[in-house]
């Protein structure tokens, strides 16, 4: 159940706990990804997939992006939390020392929840006096592109999706998804259940390969925040099990 204990009060009998939601919702974007690339791998090359596949496959890969992005959202927030309720449980003075300092030294608890994500990020090194992300580094700014896929999704807007024949240079430039197809057109495998006429985006985007680069990118980029803070990821303890494929 991923459940950090906290105190017994054998008087009450009353037992609390705090949970670690991040966990579960990188566990869950993986497990996801995994079941899209089961489809994607049964019935990409013969084309032939059921109105029902269809929905699952979509359905799976959507959820997959979400949940990783819940995920980068929840560990920023659990950390803050544990800081901000002095409730960490390092035996390592030096760990505890540097949670201690985040928590006396941001405070203002609706300051942090109105901080953009990746920024929360970037305060905490800054308060535990660590080197910042660099918004050019490949991970940093994979991870912005994946927050602006998942803001698009979640509160999508409609738009006119303009295809040209010939493929004329940027003739879809105007619109999110020819921003999304720029960006986003050679980091990773198409889907291979969108018919060739589709455009990129969303459908030959949002397959295996997008829902495998968002996992792996917010991985690689938690990992490198808790190396920098000197502090053990929560998810170490399962991280072999998170298998993309």
Known sequence: MNKIP???????????????????????????????????????????????LQLRHEAFILNSIFSSVAFLESTVNELYSDAADNAYFFTNEKN????????DKWKNENYFDRTPMVNKYQKILVIADKPMFDEHHFAFSNVR????????????????VIIQKGQVPDAREETRAGKFEKILKNKFMENPLAHKSRPFFPDKCLGHGCAEWAVLNCLEFTDDFFLRLELPAPYDGIKKELLTK
């Open 6 to 52: 906290l105190e017994m009060n054998d008087e009450e009998s009353v037992i609390r706990f705090r949970d670690c939601f991040s966990v579960r919702y990188i566990q869950a974007g993986a497990l996801l990804c995994r079941l899209g690339y089961t489809i994607e791998k049964n019935y990409g090359k013969s084309g032939e997939i059921s109105p029902e």
């Open 96 to 103: 505890e020392a540097l949670l201690k300092n985040i928590g």
């Open 145 to 160: 592109n994946l927050m602006e896929i998942r803001n698009y999704l979640m509160h999508y807007r409609r738009e006119w």
